[in-house]
């Protein structure tokens, strides 16, 4: 017999042919996470501009916002087997300061609000900022409306320090709970204990912390990511970012395997169920095609806080579940290119879901220029 | 055949330019469809592709699949409304093939059109496709396929 979720599911015109666990569903609507208003019951979909975006329910916006900035433009020494330094491809480089500066007020003048701060790691996960506070501290005085986002990576107390110093908003690390995959997998010669000292220096400022936790990031398999639960749990930080490994930036001679969909859902149960109280966000990162849809669905069912990139039907399931749906997409103002900042700073729109699908869905055919109406982020 | 840009636009397949999609009718009736080396070239190399099921009906620029990149995630629009009848399976594995081959093996989608003459006689073709293009790209701004 079909739950009445399920029913729901399927009247989805968008999810027809995604084929979730009857099971798992079942113990989700069980759960109750999403029900009785409270934090689980608000959910916010955002579209972070550094990818363009269109679904038939929601559009990303023309203008970039949010951009993604790398100072070591593509390069990354730690060539870890999930990601090949790929991830750092499409970010706009900077690799000296005086470029940080001259792109971030490039991008400022184009109508950035924010941006995200990252780069690759030495062969100790540790980005090399240090010749670029000055000016991160520079263009937080001469743009105190820009926010900052910072991949930190591993670091100790003085370095989280500079960090705040120099007016950084937002510090985001990856919280690795498997020393064996720190070995394997990251190749390196770090320890679960050093990622916990680490969430633990950045705690102890006043920057915002959003620690991650990538899911499948043992060569497609669970490993530690409850241990970095725990991790996390210890630390209460300000959000958790979940994000899915995507095996097809994996070199062949390492594959990855695609995570399954249920495992994901059960991690998000558990996830939601151990931190209570913290928004608990799901990242742009996670596997394209059906399994996203998959993924997102259990996340939306769960009780999580907010999805980046939405897979199209997923606005509608939130609606239809009884969740208070905010949308970030429909102008690029409110969506912040980083979860949290998305979070922190909407006040968010709250909207009528149904008008704001019947809108998207009819304007879709309006819409004009770049790839089937979708402006492309250039690289 | 068109080469614009670097980017091949062969000029017997039928084009909505705006949307960057194609649409060839094949011997038996039906009509293949895709996007474009443009429309790929922008995308950059293609990660998944999700065609709509077999059996599902799909109106003239309505998403017939939905395609995601590393920088874009969206859908690819029918140039003609019809029934979809066969789907490219080997993209679920094998998705950059629409860059590399998008008008052969590249292909997404085959439907059975409800009303080619009508939906096709708005669709761009033969010697006025590489003009129509041209001019999309230079309006984008787009510097040319590699």
């Keep these: 017999m079909k739950t009445p979720w399920l029913e729901i599911i399927e009247s989805i015109e968008p999810l027809d042919g995604v084929d979730l666990d009857a099971a798992l569903v079942a113990e989700l609507a069980s759960r109750g996470a999403v029900s009785g208003g409270g934090i689980a019951g608000r959910i916010n979909f955002y579209t972070p501009t550094f990818k363009a975006y269109a679904t038939s329910e929601i559009a990303g916006c023309i203008k970039n916002a949010w951009p993604a900035v790398s100072i070591t433009g593509g390069a990354c020494k730690l060539g870890c087997d999930h990601c090949q330094a790929k991830i750092l491809e499409p970010m706009i480089p900077a690799r000296t300061p005086d470029e940080l500066w001259r792109v971030v007020s490039g991008e400022i003048a184009r109508g950035a609000q924010g941006m995200l701060l990252s780069g690759g790691s030495n062969h100790r996960n540790e980005v090399e900022y240090n010749a670029f506070y000055p000016t991160i501290r520079r263009i937080k005085d001469a743009f105190s409306e820009l926010r900052i986002a910072l991949h930190t990576a591993l670091v100790d107390r003085d370095i989280a320090l500079r960090m705040e110093e120099s007016g950084i908003d937002v510090a985001m690390m990856d919280v690795i709970g498997a020393q064996d995959t720190i070995s394997q997998v990251y190749h390196l010669k770090r320890s679960v204990a050093d990622f916990e000292r680490s969430l633990e220096c950045l705690a102890a400022t006043s920057m915002k912390v959003v620690p991650h936790i990538v899911l499948g990031l043992h060569y497609g398999r669970m490993l530690g990511e409850w241990n970095a639960l725990e991790i996390v749990a210890r630390h209460q930080p300000d959000a958790l970012v979940l994000v899915v490994v995507m095996p097809f930036y994996a070199h062949p001679a390492r594959p990855f395997v695609t995570p399954d969909a249920r495992v994901a859902g059960r991690f998000f149960i558990d996830a939601r169920e151990r931190l209570t109280g913290i928004p608990l966000l799901l990242g742009c990162a996670r596997p394209a095609g059906r399994i996203k849809s998959q993924i997102d669905a259990y996340a939306v069912m769960a009780g999580l806080n907010g999805i980046a990139h939405p897979a199209d039907g997923i606005v509608e399931l939130a609606a239809r579940l009884g969740r208070e749906v905010r949308v970030s997409a429909a102008c690029c103002s409110i969506a912040a290119g980083e979860e949290v900042l998305a979070l922190e700073s909407y006040s968010g729109m709250r909207v009528d879901p149904a008008r704001v699908i019947a809108r998207e869905r009819a304007s879709a055919r309006r819409r004009a220029g770049g790839l089937a109406g979708i402006p492309v982020v250039a690289s | ?146």
């Design chain 2, 1 to 146: 055949m068109a080469t614009v840009k670097g980017c091949n636009i062969p000029d017997d397949l039928y084009y909505n330019v705006e949307n960057n999609v194609w649409a060839r009718r094949e011997a038996d009736g039906t009509v293949t469809l895709g996007m474009t080396a443009y429309a790929a070239a922008l995308a950059g190399q293609i990660v998944s592709c999700t065609p709509k099921k077999v059996g599902r009906s799909v109106e003239q620029n309505k998403s017939a699949a939905t395609v995601e990149s590393g920088k874009w995630v969206g859908p690819v629009k029918a140039p003609v409304a019809g029934e979809v009848i066969a789907v490219n399976a080997a993209l679920a594995s094998t998705p950059a093939t629409i860059n590399a081959d998008p008008y052969g093996s590249g292909g997404m989608v085959r439907l059975k059109p409800a009303n080619w003459d009508a939906d096709s006689a708005g669709l761009v073709t033969g010697a006025a496709v590489a003009a129509a293009f041209e001019a999309k790209m230079n309006a984008e701004g787009f510097a040319g396929c590699a």
